[in-house]
């Protein structure tokens, strides 16, 4: 092995290793409850972390979202049901924390939108497909074009 | 001539689209709370130890809740605005003092160990120490150590500020320090509409 391969693979284990034991930590379990803490993952894997905006509430590391987390745990003990620990989210944090958007007017746009769009493009391609269609068939050949078609024939028969 | 207009339109609706939405910041997440009223808290107050605030105290008061910290480097920034404000006497601002010591990423000490009473006390030093440094704005100051009121107001990052009029209802809500433009355009403005109303 050279050098740099011995380096590339020393590489690659460590950053595996950084990657499992990241892994690992977030994981941990802080509630004794089994089943309160897979609920608790299942309802945070749906659910948004404020302060870093693309990863889930269950895989943040955030202070904020250890917090909530926290909530959501209180919440389940309390018995309520999914639903409700979303709502309560979303009453204060907004919609903004739901990975699935709600259907409501101000997100049609966003749901519907992309059908919207698709559909527009097969009235399109409807619309050029037929206007084609009838370009070729309905051009019929003017008695100057026969002639000079068949002027064209005549020159390349050789007699 | 439409085979190049079509494609041209096509072009600037989608350079209308990125200019709009490049130009938002995405940690600016609108507060569903705004319109709606404050949530109710009871909570220890910095300056005395033997009195309670909650909103309801502030009944028939425009006012202004200013979520900081002594840990928040932003808060940092906004502050000296906040002290000028207060010196006009513009409207009364009342401070929420947001996980203290919880919220410290830096602290030297394992504020898991610490008890109630003395991480407490902790708060109480470290908030009225950097209140003596850097000027007070507030008429008062409330201790939120769990970050629990935090939660119930929707707070995800320090500073935040609120706008609430005379019947307890939220009225605007300043993410981030405030700064000169958003209290002259935009806080001012309201407050004084707030302020007519009955």
Known sequence: MTMRTVLAVAFFLLTSLLVTSAQAKEAAPLSDDPVVEARMMAISEE??????????LAASRA????????????????????????????????????????VKPTTWLLWFGPFVLLAFGVAALVVFLRRRGQLTAALPLSSEDKKRAEALLKEKDPK | MMRFLIPLGLFLVLVGFLAVGLNRDPHEVPS???????????????ATTDKAFGPQDMQGKVWLLNVWSSWCVSCRAEHPLLVAFSQQGGLPIVGL??????????IDVDVKKLTPSDELKLVRQRAAAWLAQHGNPYSLSVLDIDGRVGIDYGVYGVPETYLI???????????????EEALQDKILPLAKTLESQS
């Open chain 1, 63 to 102: 202070e904020l979202a250890d917090d909530l987390r926290k909530e959501v745990r209180r919440l389940i003990r309390e018995q309520k049901t999914d639903q409700e620990i979303k709502d309560y989210l979303v009453s204060r944090y907004g919609d903004f924390v739901l990975y699935r958007p709600p």
């Open chain 1, 47 to 56: 659910l948004r972390c404020l302060v870093c905006q693309n990863e889930t």
């Open chain 2, 32 to 46: 569903p709370l705004v319109g709606k009223p404050a949530p109710a808290f009871q909570l220890q107050q910095l």
């Open chain 2, 165 to 179: 009029d005379k019947h307890g209802v939220i009225r605007f809500k300043q993410i981030g320090p405030i700064t």
């Open chain 2, 97 to 106: 003092n947001y996980k203290e010591v919880r919220g410290d990423g830096e």
